[in-house]
Nanobody, 116 residues
Framework: QVQLVESGGGLVQPGGSLRLSCAAS????????MGWYRQAPGNERELVAR???????MYRDSAKGRFTISGDNAKNTVSLQMNSLKPEDTAIYYC??????????WGKGTLVTVSS
């Protein structure tokens, strides 16, 4: 059984920074990518950023230049450094992992609130 556990969410003022971390445990084979999605109230879940096991990264446009994703293949972890946060970044952030065999796993989410 695979588990993803997120940490690092919280309340931050506009312009501030947060770092989210996610650790995967269990029977993990052939990770294709790990990443972060988010879901704000009333909105669909959307991709924030992801990183493949080969180190290729993908960001949503609004995250480019502000967020940095990094992964550690040996530790099965992924982090998201978020700078210059805006109120519209407020959401529940979910860690996800997809394997080459097509299996997909999700964490329970961590709340990020950007407010003064």
């Amino acid at each position: 059984q695979v588990q993803l556990v997120e940490s690092g969410g919280g309340l931050v003022q506009p312009g501030g920074s947060l770092r989210l971390s996610c650790a995967a445990s269990g029977s993990i084979f052939s990770i294709y990518y790990m990443g972060w999605y988010r879901q704000a109230p009333g909105n669909e879940r959307e991709l924030v950023a992801r990183v493949t096991s080969g180190g290729n990264t993908m960001y949503r446009d609004s995250a480019k230049g502000r967020f940095t994703i990094s992964g550690d293949n040996a530790k099965n972890t992924v982090s998201l450094q978020m700078n210059s946060l805006k109120p519209e970044d407020t959401a529940i952030y979910y860690c996800t992992m997809r394997t080459y065999s097509g299996m997909e796993y999700w964490g329970k989410g961590t709340l990020v609130t950007v407010s003064s």
